[in-house]
């Protein structure tokens, strides 16, 4: 009774209601854990949102979900029936700006199940894949470490044709491999095609998808020995996207350095492919090494290196920041990058930010009582702390103009047990697989020449405690920075933030007594 | 006709004052809503809760009802919702006064009238005696026999007592053997549980709007018979159905032109400003799952079939064709168009401002007060998004908005901070010598000066009120303000 009291909102006109203008309402949600909503994106764009949510037991075990597209205003635009077997899960949707891709997981069916539909809500294609191990699940999670924000897509639209998916497959116990499946808008098999690790490859691959258009995609790929090995060779690839063609890879390690990617892109404007990273020196392993420096190289579609550029730490960072030649900063810790941009005048911009470890006394404590009980914790004894944000301003030569330093304050992240011996490159890997840093994600506004890099943070006030913020570092077209921070105090059951379109983000909040869904656009100030 | 010239007389100062509207528009305060209202909604509510004689839940059900009702008026009161000014509302009551005086019987003593400073063309009565008209309906109508019709057409609602018995209908419907006896089964149904929780919902509620549109109909024909009585022109209720059938495209349907008003200022304008694309990558679907059917959702019969019974009972009637008072009536709601953006403003709806001051501006690009308030508007906005607060003043574009007003949202939330700064500077500070004698309009310059970072200019203004306004309304807050202070 108590849920069709709260279903019965009778209109009987007594008196008018307020509805805040900018507020959406999702309305029927039963239980959280069984709704999962994203983000669609389109040209590095934020085209709309969806909510998958069960609603409804139609067969023995069969579940009527729905699923509710909304655009970029939060405006529901299409609303879809479907049913699913029980623990279906949306995980992930694409839209390429004429149809959606949406990937469904099913933990106890273990089946993984492509679906595309046009944008009316029409089903176009599908393609179900059976038997699918637990490992399989596990290995998406480790692209996040390798991708450029740690959000693991796996899906990326191909113009308005199709779409890439990044297929992970345990091979035994410890190998794995990879493939690139091309699908159609509808599916059809005879556009497909796939491309991935080598038959006869003794490496472990990852491949991390850095952009893709209608006729290319760089596409970064990881390899190792061993799952246990911790030296990690990475490799660039120009991929041609009718067909999968590799027409071009570059290997990172030479006889000069060692290197890492943390960015790789083609980039139209200049038709050209750059690649940027950390350098090592070329008897050390990326993972465990010291990183020398930064490093930036350009590449023709032939694979042709046309320009190349080192920033050292101690020679060339050094001049704006207090840091000596493994990179560690004076105040302590390393600086991460996350993201690199390019703006209209040709500056590139890298975002990172610093992370120290410390001792947890949380941790302590933890391991001090589980050893009293004969057990551990689970727990490291030590921990990060994650500090500011740091902006790397570059010349369209790579020539580090500026380091630009924004203060957030501190946050602590527990480590789990054993981490705390990994060296800072590894550190960062996982930090970023888990989505633990306070980095949220980078957004260009293209029509206003601006770009703003996010994270989420917390701010003291006198008199008003500690508040939850989203922080904004905001590039503004003209050369300078200005910061934003919107207060995220809610009094919600759940609260969550995502990516809106250029100049906004949403908030989502979950009220629990209400079963609803209430989202808002907020306005970001640059 | 008598009363009509008597309402010449009583009109005659604030009508004179109507015909410079060309030029500007003099907000008043509104009046606090009289004491004695909240009182007599109090009492009322009380004598109505002792009259419920139905049986255990059901009685439970009402209550809960009426004093849902009862605090929700009370609340709307003590946010001064409702519009008490020296010409309008006395206006309205004189109309009363005409249905009065023409129907004796009705029970005068239990009614109250308000107008609600809402801009949406509505009217509605609460069944507890209260009838509220609304500012945007005013402003729609084009004739006085037309909003008296209206009048009577709620008045018949009270004497039907249609919403009560939609109250005791309801109460009853959810408290039936029959609705419990059915929550039962849809309990132990295995399968397409809320399936069948909402179909019951959708019928229960169909239900309900069908009564209401039996009531309608039924308050359209006892209204038409207490109007009938008054010395209105009969057609006149057929005219306001009519005008009622369009109520949902815009009064003033004709695109803004950014460029007209925002180009060539002394700050820059970007094309991509107004760059509105209709087309989407979106296809907004007409149909949901779970959707409701909006035939059977509506309150109201169609406009046309109320016209045509409307028509039917007029037509077995013989009466003379009578003036209709259209160009006075336009006066007033030509009024209301300046007071819904007064109303509107004060109410931090500071989108809607700007937006209504636009439209006016095509029809009078003199007015100090319509110049005034796009630049208080756009400072406002300002404000707003600084303390990301945007939301609150501002809607979000849609495909449910009409053409002309969505274009106008993309416009506003394609504006950053010193964009709505620099334009409400820009605009205001191109202004003739005679509008910045304006106090209003010279005060919203010397706040565009601050924030948009014009410290000499601000202060030189400033100097200028002082000088020129000596003890005027804004005097005070001139001199004490550090405008310096929130614009670093």
Known sequence: MSKLKTLILIPVLLFATGILAQTTSISDIGNIRKVSSGYIIENEEIKGYYVFSRVDKVAKKTYAYRLQIYDANMNLAVTKSINKPKNAYLAESSFNGEAFMFLFVNLSKKTIELETYDKTGTKLGSKLYEKIKPNDIRLYAMLGMLSEESNNPTIFPVGKRGFLRIRMQMNGMSKYNYQLEYFSNDMSKSESWTVGTPKDSKMIEFPAIHSVSDKLATVIITRRKGAMSKNFLYAMQLLDMENGEVLFEEPMLDKEYNRSVLYGEYEPTIDEVIVAGNYYDVKDKTTNGKPLGLYFQCYDKSGKQVKKSYLSWDKDVSKFLDVNAKGRIKEGGFITLHKMVRTEDGKIYAIGERFRKAVSGAGVAMNVLAAAGGGTSGISNAKIVLEEM??????????????????????????????????????????????????????????????????????KEKGEGIKPIFGVIAYDGEGGFTEDKINLKSKATEMWVQPAKPGYVSIWEYHRKEKNITVRLEPINY | MMSRFALCIIFLIPLHSLAQLQYNYFPKENKASPAHLQNEIRSRWQSDMEAVSFPGKVKKEVEKLLTERYESLADRLDEEEFLFDDVIFPFYQSIIQKIFQANPSLPKEELRFLISKSRFPNASCLGEGTIIINLGLINRLEAEGQLAFAICHE???????????????????VNSKAFKQEIRNIRRQEYFQNKRLMDLLKDLSYDTYRHSRFYESDADSLGLQYFLKTSYDPNEAVRCMAILDRVDEPKYPQNIDFEKHFKNLSYPYKDWWDDYDLENDFFYSKDHIYDWDNDSLKTHPLCSDRIAALSQQLSQLNFEEQESGENLYNKFSELCDFKLIHTAYNGGSFGQSLFQSLLLLDKYPENTYLQAMVGNSLLRLHDSKKDHRLGEVLDMTGPKNKENYDRFLHFVRELRLKDLAGLAYAFLEKGTNKAKDDQFYLYSLILASYTSKHIEEGKAYKERYLNTFPDGIFTEEIIETDFTIDNN
């Open chain 1, 390 to 459: 740091y902006v790397f301003e570059m010349d369209k030569d790579f020539k580090l103009l500026d380091v630009k330093i924004f203060d957030k304050r501190k946050s602590n992240v527990l480590l789990p047990a054993g981490a705390a011996y990994s060296s800072p490159t590894l550190l960062a890997y996982i930090l970023k697989g888990y989505g633990w840093f306070d980095y949220s994600y980078t957004q260009k506004d293209k029509k206003r020449g601006i770009f703003y890099s996010t994270y989420l943070s917390t701010l």
């Open chain 2, 155 to 173: 008045i018949a609602h009270y004497t039907g007592d249609h919403v009560n018995e939609k109250i005791f209908d309801y109460a009853h419907a």
